[in-house]
């Protein structure tokens, strides 16, 4: 892919380094190709799927080794650390094509075995179900030819006959009663054990599916999903509630400076000091995206879920986060606060928690706002 010898790029970001080129140059080439590669690996790593051969965070832990990898020219994973002499700065290229087809092929089968047990538990139900009817239509069969031979002994007149075909057909039926309700009760103790199994699996899927992979906290969706049955909870019984809206200060300079292991710390740390005051059922954290969370708090209002936002920032000012150059990392947050109001729906709820949040970095960050700012102020600070 690229030549050997490639100088690592600069850590500033290639954001920075076009601006400091001048608006008419561009980076190099192979530094951006070097960033976009990094970049898909960590993306990789941030999305993973499951696979058979290892588990995700093993995997995610791998995918930023290859990465720091291809932009820094460290060790590649498995390699010791004095390669580097010996290396002099080349890239393991083939070792990052092999672990990029490792993976697509393992999640692909793990996809590829999760499908196949789907359809084989919708196939044993569906020929299960055949079978019972089959079953049932034999012993209706026998049904009809017992009540049959009733019908044809009561126009006979033949009281003894009748009588020992009634009670032949009472002792038939007894037994075919019997024999069906077993049959059903094991069929039925056969697909319980199916779909449990298959339910498990099913929401293991769905809480990853809205779980963020970074944090282990709810994503978006799971957070979109909330905040649409908290609004009709709401016009339904009028309970107070409140959402925060939280974002990481100065965040793209952490990165820059820090490099993103560092940044994923503290997208970590931050997201446990928040989870942290929030225990109640109905409190509800997620990641937005990026360095934006978002808190939703069923009966509660405003003054209450103010008291609960210094407590974020008062935790969150405490955390001492170390960097990889050994160095000691603080942070700061800003929050914007909004309560709901009966005209609101969920789009207008959070644009008004959104906008305090804007105040709250207008007005120098590291606060609390429950003030969105006026209409002729567009600064940020």
């Given at each position: 892919m690229f030549g050997k010898g490639q100088k690592a790029p600069d850590s500033k970001s290639t954001e920075e380094a076009g601006h400091e080129a001048g608006p008419c140059t561009a980076p190099p080439v192979g530094d951006m190709a070097v960033d976009t590669l990094a970049g898909v690996l960590r993306s990789m790593?941030?999305?993973?799927?499951?696979?058979?051969?290892?588990?995700?965070?093993?995997?995610?832990?791998?995918?930023?080794?290859?990465?720091?990898?291809?932009?820094?020219?460290?060790?590649?994973?498995?390699?010791?650390?004095?390669?580097?002499?010996?290396?002099?700065?080349?890239?393991?290229?083939?070792?990052?094509?092999?672990?990029?087809?490792?993976?697509?092929?393992?999640?692909?089968?793990?996809?590829s075995d999760v499908t196949t047990d789907l359809r084989q538990v919708i196939w044993v139900f569906i020929r299960n179900l055949s079978q019972a009817f089959t079953d049932d239509e034999d012993i209706d069969g026998r049904v009809r030819l017992q009540l049959g031979r009733l019908e044809q002994l009561v126009e006979a007149n033949s009281t003894a006959d009748l009588k020992r075909e009634v009670m032949d057909a009472v002792g038939m039926l007894k037994a075919t009663l019997t024999e069906r309700s077993a049959r059903q009760q094991k069929q039925m103790q056969l697909l319980g054990t199916q779909v449990q199994t298959l339910g498990s699996e099913l929401e293991s899927a769905r809480r990853d599916s809205e779980t963020d992979p970074l944090t282990r906290i709810s994503n978006r969706k799971a957070f979109d999903e909330?905040?649409?049955?908290?609004?009709?909870?709401?016009?339904?019984?009028?309970?107070?509630?409140?959402?925060?809206?939280?974002?990481?200060?100065?965040?793209?300079?952490?990165?820059?400076?820090?490099?993103?292991?560092?940044?994923?710390?503290?997208?970590?740390?931050?997201?446990?000091?928040?989870?942290?005051?929030?225990?109640?059922?109905?409190?509800?954290?997620?990641?937005?995206?990026?360095?934006?969370?978002?808190?939703?708090?069923?009966?509660?209002?405003?003054?209450?879920?103010?008291?609960?936002a210094e407590r974020v920032l008062g935790r969150i000012r405490a955390?001492?986060?170390?960097?990889?150059?050994?160095?000691?990392?603080?942070?700061?947050?800003?929050?914007?606060?909004?309560?709901?109001?009966?005209?609101?729906d969920e789009k207008s709820w959070f644009e008004r928690a959104d906008k305090c949040l804007y105040a709250a970095k207008q007005d120098g960050r590291d606060r609390l706002s429950t003030t969105p700012p006026s209409a002729n102020d567009t600064s940020v600070t």
């Open positions: 790593a941030e999305f993973a799927l499951e696979q058979d051969a290892t588990d995700i965070p093993t995997f995610r832990v791998t995918a930023e080794a290859w990465a720091k990898h291809v932009t820094l020219a460290t060790s590649p994973p498995g390699a010791h650390e004095d390669d580097l002499r010996t290396r002099k700065g080349r890239r393991e290229w083939e070792g990052v094509r092999r672990f990029v087809r490792d993976y697509c092929q393992s999640s692909a089968k793990r996809v909330y905040l649409a049955r908290s609004v009709e909870i709401y016009r339904a019984f009028a309970t107070p509630m409140s959402m925060l809206v939280l974002d990481i200060d100065c965040f793209k300079t952490v990165n820059d400076n820090n490099g993103h292991i560092t940044g994923d710390d503290v997208l970590r740390e931050v997201a446990d000091s928040v989870v942290k005051v929030f225990l109640r059922k109905n409190d509800f954290v997620a990641r937005l995206g990026g360095d934006e969370f978002a808190i939703v708090l069923r009966e509660t209002g405003a003054r209450d879920a103010t008291s609960l955390l001492r986060i170390p960097t990889s150059n050994d160095q000691v990392l603080q942070v700061t947050v800003s929050i914007g606060l909004a309560e709901i109001q009966p005209n609101d």
